[in-house]
């Protein structure tokens, strides 16, 4: 597995988050564990969890508590967190993008264009993981990953012809098909673990003196 240049480490991704706007709920700045939210390693899972929870229930005209620029960075980031066995936020990540694709999120406007970069992120940035979910026996049994991948990549695939989504949505969700079309085409999609530790291992070996 080698870097991609193109794709921005953690800690870039982090420090983006952390310029934009705290999320506002009920007229005051959020936090979690009176911690500005997304502002600390230490407490990303709860921050998560939290705002997950709440932004899954919202009421279409609520979603400016987040923001949707920062929404899908969020995404991004736990999505590379995840790619890097720092953290494993699949489970957040396969619902972030059902949740997009949701009848009642995609005839709402407002809530897809608020969700569909989030769930295109998750896949750009964490496409092997998930392409890995179908053989992780510490998958969720309720994963059907083979066939939720296909569905995926047809939901994507209409979502990004569609003259009604936005050309910035569209433009990310051809991203996002990019990127599943590298991890089908490579011979060694299955060992996402085992080359990511392999590469971990070859610069810990590049920095010996």
């Given at each position: ?20 706007p ?26 998560l ?73 998750q896949?750009?940035?964490?496409s ?6 179908r ?44 990127a ?16 990511l ?5 070859s610069l ?6």
């Open positions: 597995m080698t870097k991609d240049p193109d794709m921005p480490p953690p800690e870039e991704l982090l420090a983006a988050i952390k310029t934009l705290n999320p506002i709920r009920d007229g005051k700045e959020h936090r979690v564990y009176s911690q500005k939210t997304f502002s600390d390693l230490r407490y990303f899972r709860a921050d969890s939290d705002f997950f929870t709440g932004l899954k229930f919202a009421d279409p005209t609520r979603l400016d508590i987040m923001g949707r620029e920062k929404w899908a960075r969020v995404n991004a980031f736990s999505a590379r967190l995840t790619s890097n066995l720092i953290q494993d936020f699949r489970k957040y990540a396969v619902e972030t993008i059902e949740d997009a694709l949701d009848e009642n999120t995609l005839k709402d406007s407002r809530a897809r264009e608020f969700f569909l970069p989030a769930a295109a992120n896949m750009i940035f964490a092997y993981p998930l392409w890995n979910l053989n992780d026996p510490q998958a969720l049994e309720r994963m059907e990953a083979a066939l939720e991948w296909d569905c995926w990549k047809s939901a994507f695939e209409e979502l990004a012809e569609d003259a009604e989504v936005s050309m910035e949505t569209r433009a990310i969700l051809h991203q996002a098909l990019e599943m079309a590298t991890v089908a085409q490579d011979p060694e999609r299955d060992n996402w673990q085992g080359k530790v392999e590469y971990q291992a810990m070996a590049a920095r010996e003196p």
